[in-house]
């Protein structure tokens, strides 16, 4: 299944779009499950159920299928059941992309990636289980764990978009045809990735850390011997206007210098969901941060995510 999309272009002058096969179709797919189990392992920590399994991995509290468990065992164990399912989905993606592809074929090597990262998402869960660094765990090891944890996620969810996106017949990269393109974009990328950090340090500390009322939250903040947990709800807010601001300014240039059927809706979409993040971030701290909201907030930066890898392959195609 060799894409011909670009000796088309020259042909007919048309525009490159998209083509949706059967395997395009599922690798979608996979990216929409592999989201949802991210947010649900959010829901994992924002509840406090890292521990539902105890210091037991892959069993559960010493059983493969817990027996009368609690509600924080059964989402724990949900959790365990649904990124392992996604382990399967991933694996059938690469299988796939090699039955489907030729060599060398840029969506064979972004699954290869995916099953890579999956697995290192599998040990760094079982890393945080077996050290416990997970429940009110406060130790600056599990801050090291989560933000490894975070990198590792979005490198996935950026793998497996960029298979869906290649296997949807959308053209090879050139890296070394994009000229200034493509620092801009990895530096775009490389910003996402400490703005991601940074959220997800600051949810474990709005977790470990509640505030009573807003008053109370921006004293805490702001005292000098406040945890670097807490110190983050300040950084973090600073870090997204900078990143953010960023990623706009990329998406604007490349809406007005780049032309093409490609990336023009995904600037115009990573700019929609830039600003969305800036209102929820203030809604956020508003709230004092209640955990439906920090699974919006974590979703909706899963999809920033993905339009800037996909921004970013359209720019250096």
Request: aromatic share 10%; hydrophobic share 55%; net charge positive.
């Amino acid at each position: 299944m060799k894409s011909h999309l670009a000796d088309e272009v020259v042909a007919t002058g048309s525009p490159i779009r998209p083509r949706l096969s059967g395997f395009a179709i599922y690798a979608w797919c996979v990216l929409v499950y592999n989201l949802a189990v991210v947010a649900w392992g959010a829901f994992v920590r924002a509840t406090g159920s890292g521990a539902g399994c105890g210091n037991h991995w892959p069993l559960c509290n010493g059983v493969a299928i817990p027996q009368s468990p609690q509600l924080a065992t059964i989402i724990e164990f949900s959790h365990r059941l649904t990124a392992g399912l996604s382990t399967l989905a991933v694996i059938g993606l690469a299988a796939g992309s090699f039955r489907v592809f030729p060599p060398k074929h840029p969506a064979r090597r972004a699954a290869v990636f995916a099953v890579v990262f999956t697995f290192l998402e599998a040990l760094i869960g079982a890393g945080l289980v077996l050290a416990q660094k997970v429940a009110q765990d406060q130790s600056f090891a599990r801050v090291v764990y989560l933000s490894v944890h975070l990198i590792n996620t979005f490198l996935l969810v950026g793998a497996i978009a960029l298979t869906a996106w290649w296997a949807s017949g959308t053209p090879r990269m050139a890296w070394k045809q994009a000229g200034n393109w493509r620092w801009a974009a990895l530096a775009g990328l490389l910003a996402t990735l400490l703005l991601g950090v940074s959220g997800a340090v600051t949810a474990l500390g709005d977790t470990l850390y509640p505030s009573k009322s807003l008053a109370e939250g921006l004293r805490s903040d702001f005292a000098p011997t406040t945890n670097l947990l807490i110190r983050f709800r300040i950084y973090h807010p600073l870090i997204a206007i900078l990143v953010g601001g960023y990623l706009g300014t990329l998406a604007i240039l490349a809406m007005l210098r780049r032309s093409g059927a490609l990336v023009r809706p995904l600037a115009a979409t990573l700019l929609v969901l830039i600003a969305t993040q800036w209102a929820l971030g203030a809604l956020d701290v508003v709230l004092l941060a209640p955990f439906w909201l920090q699974l919006v907030h974590l979703l909706l930066a899963d999809l920033l995510w993905v339009a800037a890898v996909l921004m970013s392959a359209a720019l250096v195609s």
